[in-house]
């Protein structure tokens, strides 16, 4: 955070950016749960240098994944977006990375989903029904699937099957077709790994994926623009604005 | 150990929209006001500054403005024969939570029922017999307030607001380029429509050429910069995109924040408690009258507070569970229609009609909650039901709420949801597609109800509010006729192809619809049919009232704050013009 041409973005984000491992330090102002008791009354309460700031994946490498999982995830990602000159691939846009992040930070950890007892499996139409918490499905989910394919698709991984190969795994998993042990619901897993890897490919970067905005300019949607006015009117117009994220884009800063 | 407070004139519980709307009438009427909230302070340039607002994986998909359902959340089934699972994640409708609750995070679509959607029973009921409002085990009911009563209470909010739109209907005489069904307004909109990008422009001509009656979908996000009778000042929309799930970090949208607090914060006969989770209401020995509510705040301290009135102004959904927990009113029993309090849990029929164009460029994440061209010819009854089997109806928009690509990439019949094929679909169809939303209404019925949980408790012990709820086959059938209506004027767009994405099956809380629930403290005209009156006075205390949408019998074909903004109006008028005066039942029973 040396840089004096800062720009506004970044500097309203820029106090969270030394988060550990991508998981940010605690915020000062917390949105969410557990923020202590107040009591406001005559004014409209303000404090500086509390805003809410977005939590900022840092750092490289994998701190969630296991070697194996790692391999597991990147053929998996590779597979669910591949890469070609239409746009990049999922691994490409660093999904895997993204989803590691995600995985070790409160996402994973189940923060926003209620896994208390008990647990019976449920209808479809009740959605999310296990005890885990995503970072624990994937960690079984993997493990499973990995001892599927070993019993049933003659390779020792699904990342060590041919591509065609991991699609019909894949397939199987989405429609349920394939069983899987450890307590794991393949269709929920399934549903939640292709989520995920939306979300690491077209989210903001400053999570980790969605590398120099390349989901993004291969749709052509423009990024964090909050001022759109003078095009609204003018229909059927390319809007010619450069992409950019949260933290701006390459050419805002000196070269 | 519970500490008990010093007495107040008015507890409000929660702080969204109606705590807001009640907490500045009772101020200003002299009252001493203190309103419980168990969520955070939120603030724009805080929480929601245009620096970080436009972050679609945080707002959206990790939930940051939601209730955390991780030590609080419901059960849910289709039916009496299922059991009841917890909602594990959020899905199907998003709660609010923290100041300013939903008034946050919603669209800014600011509608208005029609007369005839408060006369659900009697008037279907008479124009097309008995069976209609009885099939499917409906259990449609009249209102016990009209359009005509609700009226300068609409343009109340209206005026709070700022809200942009055309009037169709101004008393009694019909306006190009508004919305020709809709009952007289005494007043034009404080502000102009908003202006229209392609999409909707294209759906608009389309429609009229089909001679439906378009008209812009009026909207809390403002066309232009505006000061509301508070004094309180609004910008104009910059048409970001991100205004349903997120606040707005531009002050352009009407929520409690822009429109009502920064008058009311200032008030030292109004106090603000933030992380204060109300239990439950607590009553005299004989049950008639509520001594005020207990609460716990995040450091896990108890408190007694007294009122002499208790406000529930928190979610439907917390409202109902707080008036079963407290043992006000005789809860619902689906298996011999007796009781009132859970009855009528209703919903809102969702489908959509997406368009694919070769030819044009829409610019999607140019967009805004409200940015819509909108029919309402197939709306309440503007249309003759006879021999369609179903009563009730949907609006029809041609909107553009944003282009946020991991929610809202459309991609044609057919597309695998992952693969080369879908990146292909993605890439070339974002720019070029565009969706038409049908808005339809829910009618009540026996076995949609809402009750607590036998076996799920949250963080405090106490039971979670079970929901019990299906769609009908009237809704089923409504929903189909509605989406073919949709489909029509999306033929009519000349698009390359157009992809119907009709309502079936059962409900699933699995993907979003919306956050219309409404229903289970309802309003009527005797205690045998409702929990509240039409001041929305519970029939049972009569100094606890309920606010909110969970006092609609059934829910119309439209968004529903500014209904149940409008009854916040009516109630805190009566209670200021007469409860004040004379405490007690506002309406014999």
Redesign the interface.
């Known amino acids: 955070m040396s840089e004096k041409n800062l720009d506004r973005r970044h500097f309203l984000i820029g106090t969270i950016a030394a988060g550990v491992a991508g998981v940010s330090a605690g915020p000062v102002h917390d949105g969410e749960l557990g923020a202590p008791p107040q009591t406001f009354r005559g004014a409209v309460p303000w404090q500086e240098g509390t805003a809410d700031a977005p939590p900022e994946a840092s750092g490289s490498g994998y701190v969630y994944f296991t070697p194996a999982e790692a391999a597991f995830i990147e053929a998996a990602v590779g597979r669910l977006i591949p890469n070609d000159p239409v746009g990049p691939g999922g691994v490409e846009a660093n999904v895997p990375f993204f989803l590691d992040r995600q995985l070790a930070g409160p996402f994973g950890r189940g923060d926003h989903y209620y896994l208390g007892g008990p647990w019976p499996r449920g209808t479809p139409e009740q959605g999310y029904q296990s005890r885990y918490n995503p970072a624990q499905l994937y960690r079984a989910a993997i493990a499973a699937i990995d001892k599927y394919a070993g019993a049933n698709l003659g390779a020792p991984t699904f990342a060590a099957l041919a591509a065609a190969d991991q699609d019909k795994a894949l397939k199987g998993l989405e429609s349920g077709e394939i069983a899987l042990d450890g307590g794991v619901d393949a269709k929920s897993f399934f549903a939640m790994l292709l989520q995920n890897t939306k979300e690491g490919y077209f989210s903001d970067p400053i999570y980790g994926g969605n590398k120099d905005m390349g989901a993004w300019k291969m749709i052509g949607f423009p990024g964090a623009h909050y001022d759109y006015k003078e095009w609204v009117s003018r229909h059927g117009e390319p809007v010619p604005y450069p992409t950019v994220g949260l933290r701006g884009r390459p050419g805002w800063r000196k070269a | 150990m519970t500490t008990t407070l010093k007495s107040v004139d008015a507890v409000l519980v929660g702080f969204g929209w109606t705590g807001a709307i009640m907490g500045q009438q009772l101020c200003d009427a002299g009252l001493h006001v203190v309103a419980l909230e168990r969520g ?4 724009t ?14 707002y959206m ?6 209730q ?6 419901l059960t ?3 039916n009496v024969n ?2 009841a ?7 199907s409708f998003l709660l609010g939570t ?1 100041v300013g609750s939903g008034g946050v995070h919603w669209n800014g679509q600011i509608w208005r029922f029609l007369p005839t959607d408060f006369l659900t029973k009697s008037h279907n009921q008479q124009r097309y017999g008995k069976k209609a409002v009885s099939d499917y085990d409906l259990t449609v009911q009249d209102w016990g307030v009209t359009y005509e009563e609700l009226e300068p209470y609409y343009d109340q909010f209206d005026k709070v607001c700022g809200t942009s739109g055309k009037a169709g209907n101004l008393k009694g005489e019909i306006q190009p380029g508004g919305n020709p069904f809709e009952g007289a307004r005494a007043n034009e909109y404080p502000t102009p429509p ?5 999409g909707p ?1 294209l759906f608009g001509k389309a429609a009229a050429e089909l001679g439906r009656h378009p008209f812009p979908h009026p909207t809390g996000n403002l066309s232009e910069a505006y000061v509301n009778p508070l004094g309180a000042q609004l910008g ?1 929309c ?5 205004c349903e799930k997120f606040g707005c ?2 002050y352009s949208k009407a929520s409690p924040q822009t429109t009502i ?2 008058y009311l ?4 006969n ?7 989770e109300v239990l439950r209401v607590e009553l005299t020995p004989d049950r008639k009258r509520a001594t005020g509510v207990t609460y716990v ?3 896990g ?1 108890e408190f007694f507070q007294p009122a002499d009135m208790v406000i529930l102004s928190a979610y439907v959904l917390q409202n109902v569970r707080l008036l079963l927990l407290s043992g006000i009113g005789k809860p619902y029993d689906p298996k011999t229609g007796e009781g009132v309090v859970g009855k009528n849990y209703a919903y809102q029929t969702m489908s959509s009609v997406n368009v694919f164009f070769d030819d ?2 829409l ?1 999607p ?2 967009g805004a909650g409200a940015l819509a061209t909108v029919i309402d010819d197939f709306n309440g009854d503007n249309f003759d039901h006879s021999g369609l089997g179903f009563i009730g109806g949907a609006y029809i928009a041609g909107m553009v709420t944003g ?1 946020r ?2 929610e809202m ?1 459309y991609t044609p019949q057919g597309t695998p ?4 094929e ?3 679909a ?2 070339k169809n ?2 070029r597609s565009f969706s038409l939303s049908v808005h339809g209404s829910c009618m009540s019925a026996r076995g949609n109800y809402l009750d607590l949980d036998p ?2 408790r949250d963080i405090h012990g106490r039971p979670m509010l079970r929901m019990t709820f299906d769609f009908t086959g009237n809704d089923h059938k409504m929903s189909d006729y509605l989406t073919d209506r949709a489909a029509e004027v999306a033929k009519a767009m000349n698009p390359r192809e157009i992809k119907l994405n009709r309502r079936t ?6 993907p979003y619809q919306t956050t219309h629930n409404t229903g289970g403290a309802i309003m009527g005209d005797n205690p045998k049919n409702s929990v509240v009156n039409k001041y929305l006075q519970t029939w049972d205390v009569p100094n606890v009232f309920s606010m909110g949408a969970g006092a609609f019998p059934q829910n119309a074909g439209y968004n529903p704050t500014g209904t149940l903004a409008a009854l916040a109006y009516l109630s805190a008028d009566a209670i200021k013009s007469r409860y004040l005066k004379a405490p007690g039942p506002l309406v014999r029973a």
């Open positions: 955070p302070w939120r603030d340039a805080t929480d929601f500054a245009t620096g970080f607002a436009q972050d679609e994986l945080r998909w990790r939930h940051h403005l939601f955390n359902v991780s030590d609080d959340t849910i089934r289709n299922q059991e699972l917890p909602m594990r994640h959020l899905g923290g908003m202006p229209q990008t392609l422009t104009a910059t048409y970001c995109g991100f970090g531009n607090l920064p914060m200032q008030k030292s109004f106090t603000l408690k933030t992380e204060c705040n995040s450091a301290e044009k460029i610019n994440f140019i282009g690509p991991i990439i949801a992952w693969g080369l879908w990146k292909h993605a890439a974002y720019l076996t799920y099956g059962s409900w699933s809380v699995v």
